[in-house]
T-cell receptor
Framework: AQSVTQLGSHVSVSEGALVLLRCNYS??????LFWYVQYPNQGLQLLLK??????LVKGINGFEAEFKKSETSFHLTKPSAHMSDAAEYFC?????????????FGAGTRLFVKA | DSGVTQTPKHLITATGQRVTLRCSPR?????VYWYQQSLDQGLQFLIH???????AKGNILERFSAQQFPDLHSELNLSSLELGDSALYFC??????????????FGEGSRLTVL
């Protein structure tokens, strides 16, 4: 069984400050892990993904995430927040089963960026 | 642009009515996933089709049904609509290329409002 927990439904940072969005997962098989971003009135788009290669994954717009198996975590970071980063972020875990890939999403974290 | 197209973008209807949402996956993709996004339930997996066959069911109500046609487009039918069915309905497809990691490509969604 898979599950995803995102800590904090809302995170607020100042422009230029560090962004840290937390995600913990559980999976009975080696997972693929993803961060998706959703801007207002848009669909979700991929930020980055972990597919069992490097544990530190770099994505678009300066975001990166580190897979830590011992902590079952996949936290998303960005050194310096920009106003355009304001959006909702979803952590997801995916695993292949008999019916195909099953993807479970976290509840989402809304990021606010203050000027 | 993810390459996944959904119509209509917005739909307003009354309780008890029936609506059909349409999705065309990316060119070449055989899988179609349907998700429901609401404020209280988050992003919920409804159903997955692969090359015309149902592969997995999630939290899909009996009043809802879906199918995937030979040209690979999919339709989600929602009937006997209730106020609580108001939500964003997303369609997503996964790559047919190897290796497939379960990365989802989302459409922009259909926003259903039931009055």
């Amino acid at each position: 069984a898979q599950s995803v927990t995102q800590l904090g439904s809302h995170v607020s940072v100042s422009e230029g400050a560090l962004v840290l969005l937390r995600c913990n997962y559980s999976s009975s098989v080696p997972p693929y892990l993803f961060w998706y971003v959703q801007y207002p009135n848009q669909g979700l788009q991929l930020l980055l993904k972990y597919t069992s290669a490097a544990t530190l994954v770099k994505g678009i717009n300066g975001f990166e995430a580190e897979f830590k198996k011992s902590e079952t975590s996949f936290h998303l970071t960005k050194p310096s927040a920009h106003m355009s980063d304001a959006a909702e972020y979803f952590c997801a875990v995916s695993a292949l089963n008999t019916g195909g890939f099953k993807t479970i999403f976290g509840a989402g974290t809304r990021l606010f960026v203050k000027a | 642009d993810s390459g996944v197209t959904q119509t209509p973008k917005h739909l307003i209807t009354a309780t008890g009515q029936r609506v059909t949402l349409r999705c065309s996956p990316r060119s070449g993709d055989l899988s179609v996933y349907w998700y429901q996004q609401s404020l209280d339930q988050g992003l919920q997996f409804l159903i997955h089709y692969y090359n015309g066959e149902e592969r997995a069911k999630g939290n899909i109500l009996e009043r809802f049904s879906a199918q995937q046609f030979p040209d690979l487009h999919s339709e989600l039918n929602l009937s006997s609509l209730e106020l609580g069915d108001s939500a964003l309905y997303f369609c997503a497809s996964t790559s047919f290329l190897y290796p497939n990691t379960g990365e989802l490509f989302f459409g922009e969604g259909s926003r259903l409002t039931v009055l």
